[in-house]
């Protein structure tokens, strides 16, 4: 998404809240560097550990609960069938609904997706099957959201020869050196929301990496190094 930062500056001095679609982690970091230190910017997923949030941008503050979104779980015959975020992501695209609409989708024991209230009733009507299974969406509270603690990663450990970026995406996909450095070369891998093609960049402590149509990896702490001087890294993932 480009923005029209002098166009979003002008509307908030006359008065107006601006109320952006969702924002992926990079345009959230792109909208609050370049937003002047005269406006407010308040960001929502949904709960509080989404990705993908919603940007509230005013003169004042100004309180608005649930920045339009709704949340539905999505509920279908387990014992038959397995969806994953590729499934659901695509259907909803099929039905010509726009990407900035869709906020997260969070596999777990039960899957959940957020969006935007003008698409609400579209899917409700039109989201009844994905990948050939029938589904049907039940409306929950954003509150309960919080209470499941949702979209923590799942914590591991993986054995590295070094902290350069192409052995960690290797270990953590569990695909190949080789193959590993062709998704960072083919603009596939990000370090905290930018997108990294050096192969060969040495990844530190703290810092996210996402591997498209994979998920998402944090770095937790070097736990130790073993006799042959390779490292055992705590990692948390987000598939």
Known sequence: MEFNFDDILSQ??????VLTKFLDESEQAELESNLSDKVKVQLFGGYQNAE???AL?????????????VAYRIDFP??????????VLGTIMSLGVNRNTIGDIII????????????????????????????????????????????????????????????????????????????IMMKNVKINHKICEKTSQICKINDIISIRKYGRV??????????????????????
């Not at 908030?12 to 809240?17: D, I, L, S």
């Open 108 to 183: 777990g024991e039960d899957i959940y997706l957020i969006v935007t209230k003008e698409i609400a009733k579209y899917l409700i009507d039109n989201l009844t099957e994905i990948n050939r299974t029938r589904v049907t969406l039940t409306n929950v509270d954003l509150d309960l959201l919080d209470e499941l603690n949702l979209n923590e990663p799942i914590k591991e450990e993986i054995i590295v020869s070094s902290l350069r970026l192409d052995a960690i995406v290797a270990q953590a996909m569990n695909v190949s050196r080789n193959d590993a450095s062709k998704h």
């Open 12 to 17: 908030v001095e006359r008065g107006k809240v």
């Open 57 to 69: 941008i005013t003169e004042v503050d100004y309180d608005f609960d649930d920045f339009n979104l």
């Open 78 to 87: 387990r014992k038959f069938t397995q969806i994953n975020h590729r499934h």
């Open 218 to 239: 944090v770095l937790l702490d070097i736990k130790r190094v073993t006799r042959k001087e390779r490292i055992v890294l705590s990692i948390g993932i987000w598939r």
């Open 52 to 54: 993908r949030k919603r």
